[in-house]
């Protein structure tokens, strides 16, 4: 394997993604350099989504394929925004409706009941019929603030407290985020089945 589609349009995870492969021997596309366009999120879960994503990248391009899915789920709204993070404010995604109708919706919440995680799962396919993906997953604990903090990343990262760091996500530069972060977690967890399997030899 010399070739590695991103199967993302999203600019944040494409760099993020980038950064964190950087030292693998592949070579790193993102998909929209090779004519894939997005296709449409229709899996009940994280990992199905994300298999959708790698595996049309890897049909149009004849090249092995990975993808992620990740969103926030906050406890005390029953997991929501869960897989509709990107959406929660509706279409087209736009990250500051979507903080803002989550600010609304813990509106008076205690800081106790703001408990919350980013979830990410990360799929490896060989070819677009691959019977064996490579799938693995990471989490990041963390509550939900009362007003953003932070101009680093996208996404829920202005509102995203890690209390062990006492810092939001966007408070975080890229180089420390890309170290404890639900992706980063996710891709170290893929990185060992990827040295595992041979794969990059």
């Known amino acids: 394997m010399k070739t590695l589609v991103l199967a993302s349009g999203n600019a944040g995870k494409l760099l993020e993604l980038r950064a ?12 929209r350099e090779l004519g894939v366009d997005d296709v449409p999120e229709t ?14 990248a890897s049909q149009v ?30 279409s087209p995604t736009d990250d500051a409706a979507n903080n803002a ?30 019977p064996q993906p490579l799938i693995a997953e990471g989490s990041w604990e963390g509550r939900i603030l009362v007003a953003p903090r932070g101009h680093h990343g996208f996404g829920y990262n202005p509102v995203f407290l890690d209390p062990a760091k006492g810092l939001t996500a966007a408070e975080m ?11 980063a977690l996710a891709l170290q967890a ?9 794969l990059l030899a």
């Open 20 to 31: 964190m492969l950087a030292d693998l021997p592949l070579t790193i596309v993102p998909q």
């Open 43 to 56: 899996g009940t879960t994280f990992v199905e989504n994300a298999l959708i994503k790698a595996r049309h």
């Open 61 to 90: 391009t004849g090249l092995p394929a990975l993808a992620d899915d990740s969103g926030l789920i906050v406890d005390a709204l029953g997991g929501a925004p869960g897989l509709y993070s990107a959406r929660y404010a509706g």
């Open 101 to 130: 109708k989550l600010l609304q919706a813990l509106d008076g919440l205690p800081e106790a009941q703001r408990t919350a995680r980013f979830y990410a799962v990360i799929v490896l396919l060989r070819h677009a019929d691959d």
């Open 173 to 183: 530069p890229p180089e420390q985020k890309n170290r404890i972060s639900h992706r």
């Open 190 to 198: 893929l990185r060992d089945q990827l040295a595992s399997s041979g």
